[in-house]
Every structure is written in C-alpha cells, then in structure tokens.
C-alpha cells in the first residue's frame, strides 16, 4: 500500500533532474512530492510530514540552507543535501546546519539510492530505540559497549585512550551521518582551537592504526578530506 512507502520529499528546481530522479526514486518503491522552490518545500513538508527531504540548495526563490534551517528549528527530519555546489566550504556549512549528508552533483543513482537506505536505517534505528538496544553498538565486527567504555573488533578488546573512545562512541551514535570536524571538535573538546583539526586527526590516526587497518584498506570510517567523518552505516543488501 502506499501508506506503507517511505515519504520523500524532492526540492529541485531543475525538471531535468527531476525526471531522472522521480522514475528511480519510484521504481525504489519510495513515494515522492516534489517542489522546485524552498516556499512550495515548507509548505509540501508542513502538510505531509515526509520521512526523508533531498534538498538542492541553489532554488530560485530562496538558498536551501533558508529551509535547512526552517526543518530544524523543531524536527530531526532526516535531510540529504543533493547540490552542484561542491566546495568544501557549501558542504560544512550545510552539514553543520543540520544536513545528514551531502552529495555533489552529478550523482550515481545507485550511491544516491544507498545513502537514502542508510540514512533511513540510522535515524529509524535511533528513534526507535532512543540510543542503542542494551547500550551496545554493533556493526559488522565492530561493537561497542558504552556503559563499559570498551571496544572490541571480532571479540578482541582495542585499547583506546580517553579521547579516542570519545571519538569513535559519538561517531557510532551517529553511525551514517557525515560530521564535520567543526561538529566532533565541539563534541570532543567543547571548544576550537588553532590545532584542533590536526589534534582530530592524529588521534584518527592512532585508532586506525589500533583497529589494524593498514594504508588504503577500507574501514568502518570515511574521511572526506576538509569536511569531516562518517562511520559507515551496515553492509549494502
């Protein structure tokens, strides 16, 4: 039924975009609403309250950052950034204003449709359960156990220090989600200072080098150079 399809709402104001986008998103089994400005955007969002936005920032009436900003006033509706702006300086700024993730066009429909799972995934998972079932998260060989601040890969204890457990517990609590350094800096330290970004990255540093990932391999965390990290979400079905 359709009542039973995940909601979303497509703000794009390119009708070549969205042709291609409506077919994929619907043969995806999503249902979509679509506007091509951020004032129709607020009003679509207001009365169908959808499940997920895809929000393009350069709209002719106002900047997307403007309904950004509108949804999270009040609501922790999930928002995917879909832009041709693809400076770094457009992706922090939108991500620390609240956008789940951010993807430059062109864009592969197979990626796009992949974020949209895993972004789904993760905020279903968080608010269903408020945080993690019995205070342990788990992904692939990867669990964490918060109330013992331990961590442990395939049933082997990592041994962290105090702050890069703090690293890898916030980024797990926000598993799926791409994070500015400015956001986990905050979230660490509580304040920025002039080596803040190279005190980050020395300790991701040190916990790759802790979890054995060598150079190059893949791992649980994406490093988007000049933006942030992501703690990838579960294994693509």
């Not at 995940?6 to 104001?13: A, G, V």
């Not at 679509?44 to 997307?64: A, C, E, F, K, R």
């Not at 049933?155 to 916030?170: F, H, M, P, V, W």
């Amino acid at each position: 039924m359709m009542n039973n399809k995940y909601k979303i709402l497509l703000i794009e104001d390119d009708s070549n975009i969205r042709n291609i986008m409506i077919p994929m998103l619907e043969t995806a089994d999503y249902q979509v609403i679509c506007a091509d400005g951020c004032g129709m955007g607020k009003t679509l969002y207001q009365s169908h309250q959808p499940d997920v936005v895809i929000l393009d920032l350069g709209l002719p009436d106002m900047d997307g950052m403007n309904f950004l900003s509108f949804v999270r006033h009040d609501s922790l509706t999930p928002i995917i950034v879909l832009s041709a702006r693809t400076d770094d300086v457009d992706k922090v700024s939108a991500l620390d204003a609240g956008a789940n993730d951010y993807v430059t066009k062109p864009f592969s429909s197979a990626e796009l449709l992949a974020r949209i799972r895993m972004t789904l995934r993760n905020y279903q998972h968080r608010s269903n359960s408020g945080k993690f079932p019995g205070g342990v998260f788990r992904l692939q060989e990867l669990s964490i156990v918060y109330d013992a601040r331990q961590v442990f890969i395939a049933g082997r204890e990592i041994k962290l220090s105090q702050t890069e457990y703090n690293i890898i517990a916030l980024l797990s609590e926000n598993c799926g989600k791409m994070m500015t350094y400015a956001a986990i800096i905050k979230g660490i330290w509580g304040y920025p200072d002039e080596g803040s970004v190279k005190k980050l990255q020395v300790n991701m540093a040190n916990i790759r080098k802790k979890f054995g990932v060598k150079p190059g391999e893949q791992w649980y965390i994406t490093n988007e150079l000049g933006v942030g990290y992501r703690m990838n979400g579960v294994n693509e079905e």
